[in-house]
């Protein structure tokens, strides 16, 4: 067992937890915060994607007992003052889900996808910070896995969020709602 | 799981300290969180060395100094690495999905284990996890596994075909990178390609590090000069791991000949290999693609496929050459 302190959402939250404890059960479990999705636990699929200190992480391979002091940022909390986050707006807009299981992680991980700097291995000029073309989201995006297939409609989601508000807007947004 | 203990350590001097038989120390937990909850990994005490403040990436010499605990994604998004080192930008780029790249540090990164089936499968033998219980692999499913290298021609109880799976650590073996370690015994300086090892007759061992032992930081040389590049053939576009791979820097001369070239390929041996056969073959040689064909030729000779990987030495040939032609002035 352990002691652990983390804010989700903006609320601190002290904890005794056992060290075999992720990041994704303490979530779900202890803080009944079920948004974020339990898919294959082993870090391949990201339906358990949340933002970790406002940087994208799969929460089934980070132990809680790890993450004292940590700022994190569900599903859950993308939504500020009622008002939709871009992306869960631009989700509803394009109709990129099927059954929706992945979409909390697709969220949460477009969200620290669109503040990240610096190329792809897609990236013809890794000096250069390329523009998000389909391309891009496809590349930076394939550690989330879609069954229903709705690969198309999310990219052309995050497409249009990319586009609107810009990579370095995004980022304040996202960390501003956690902080 | 099995139930662990946990302890933060501060600093570098103070996890060696904490560390004890049965320990192991936590950077990231990508791939060794993943291995508990398989039973392969059954730590009873964890060392969290994610904050020992090893987190810096620091001019060092004429090259570059890593601390152990840079994310990988960090790593690559440095602008130092990005135009002075991009075979190793793109390499750490091609490796895992970008929430793992986040989560991952360069010291796990080098560490990480195998991902042949039977070794992440308790219910099946394997010598690299069970000593002496055999390997199902040189039978089996080894489409993915080894060509070079391994021990598949030993006796049963020492067999191992499994590959190590570090795009990174394929790019640093061409780079001559230093892993700087330090342990029980003091700290030290272990070269590039030499902290991995072949099976041979210890398939359970995958370095050359001892019990104890931490790397603290990855110092890179200057590069060496020429243009260069990583290349990765997977089975689909994006997070997968390499069938085969390839580190390459080329330098050729005003008159057409290879002035030097570095080659090290990954998804083909226990350790990421360096092709020194194929770099002495192509040294001096006419940048053509007829002596690409025949310095490729001459590091695969030394290949053992098993029955059904095959293809991989004929893939390492194309990708050697191909890489090359791409590289040429």
Sequence with gaps: MGDVTVRVNGTPHSLDVDSRMSLLDLLRERLGLTGTKKGCDHGQCGACTVLIDGRRAVSCLALAVAQDGADVTTVEGLAADGALHPLQAAFIERDAFQCGYCTPGQLCSAAGMLGEAGPSV??????????????????????????CGAYVNIVAAIGDVAAAGGA???ATAVTGTAR | MKPFEYTRARDAGDAVARFRAGAMYLGGGTNLVDLMRLGVAEPDHLVDVSRVGGDRIEPGGDGLLIGAGVRNSDLAAHPVVRERYPMLARAVLAGASGQVRNMATIGGNLLQRTRCPYFQDVSKPCNKRQPGSGCPAVAGDHRNLAILGHSAGLEAAAQCVATHPSDM??????LDAQVHVTGPDGSRVVPMPGLHRLPGDEPDRDTVLRPGDLITAVELPPPPPG??????????ASFAFALVSLAAVLDVGRDGTVRGCRLA?????????????????????PATAEEFTRAAGAELAEA????????????????IVATLQELLP
Aim: hydrophobic share 40%.
């Design chain 2, 304 to 319: 053992q496929p098993l029955p059904r990987n095959g293809y991989k030495v004929t893939l390492a040939r194309n990708l």
């Design chain 2, 265 to 285: 390929l990954g998804g083909v041996a226990h350790t990421p290999w360096r092709a020194a056969r194929a770099e002495r073959a192509l040294t001096g040689a």
């Design chain 1, 122 to 147: 897609v990236t013809e000029d890794l000096t250069a910070d390329p523009p998000l073309s389909a391309a891009e989201i496809r590349e930076r995006m394939s550690g989330n896995l879609c069954r």
């Design chain 1, 168 to 170: 370095a807007d995004m």
């Design chain 2, 227 to 236: 243009r260069s590049t990583y290349r990765k053939v997977r089975e689909r």
């Design chain 2, 169 to 174: 650590a394929v790019a640093l073996a061409a």
